[in-house]
């Protein structure tokens, strides 16, 4: 009977040890399995970043030659001439007012708005002129103000100004009022009681809204302007 015993113990014993091997068998395959699978995600994780910097400096090559080809095409634009249904061509204020050149475009603003006026002699505009000036090229020159301004001059923008200041739209105000002095206040064309001349004008982007076109070169302007001083 204990032979018998012993027997069958011997034979759990190489069970249990047949049961060990099998496990270190399988813990050994399990660390290849997990080995060859760290191996694979690492080989993959770099065919990924290599594809995906080859996409990127590809994307970044397309997005350069996209910027290269509108940059192109923006100076071909902006070569493009501006003219008027008049055939007065507005190019070269575009010019000058998109290289911030405020003063030189001012100028070339009232010259050639008497051009289209046909008054290059008088040097001046009255009532009449501008009340006849021809909408287009008063819509281009007062457009590209705005635009190469970013809002801050032109001639719609003076426009609201006036209203505000409580003008009409027609550009008419109430009599004894003092419209037009708060008007020339606010856009920095009076100073303390006086309004300020040409060669006192400060031509920069920092100038208050409003501030250009410097408009007392028309004539109705330059002789309430030069009333109001002597007062």
Known sequence: MVSKVQSQLDEMTRKIEGFTQSQSQLESLVKAIASQ????????????????????????SQSQAIASQLESITEAVADTPIVSYSGFDYSQLNRLLKSGQW???????????????????????????????????WRIIDG?????????????????????????????YPKGDDILER????????????????????????????????????YEWYQVGHSLKSD
């Open 103 to 137: 003063k030189a475009a001012d100028e070339k603003t009232a010259k050639m708005m008497c051009r289209v006026a046909g008054k290059t002699h008088d040097g001046y505009l009255n009532y009449d002129d501008i009340k006849n000036f021809p909408g287009e090229d």
């Open 37 to 60: 699978l760290q191996s694979q995600s690492q080989a993959i994780a770099s065919q990924l970043q290599s594809q995906s910097q080859a996409i990127a400096s590809q994307l970044q």
């Open 144 to 172: 590209l103000w705005v635009k190469h301004s970013r809002g801050r001059f032109g001639f719609s923008v003076q426009k609201q100004i006036y209203i505000n200041c409580g003008g009409l739209p027609d550009g008419s």
């Open 183 to 218: 008007y020339g206040d606010q856009v920095g064309w009076r100073v303390g009681r006086s309004w300020i001349l040409k060669s006192d004008c400060t031509f920069a982007a920092i100038a208050p809204c409003g501030y250009l076109p410097f408009w007392p070169w028309l």
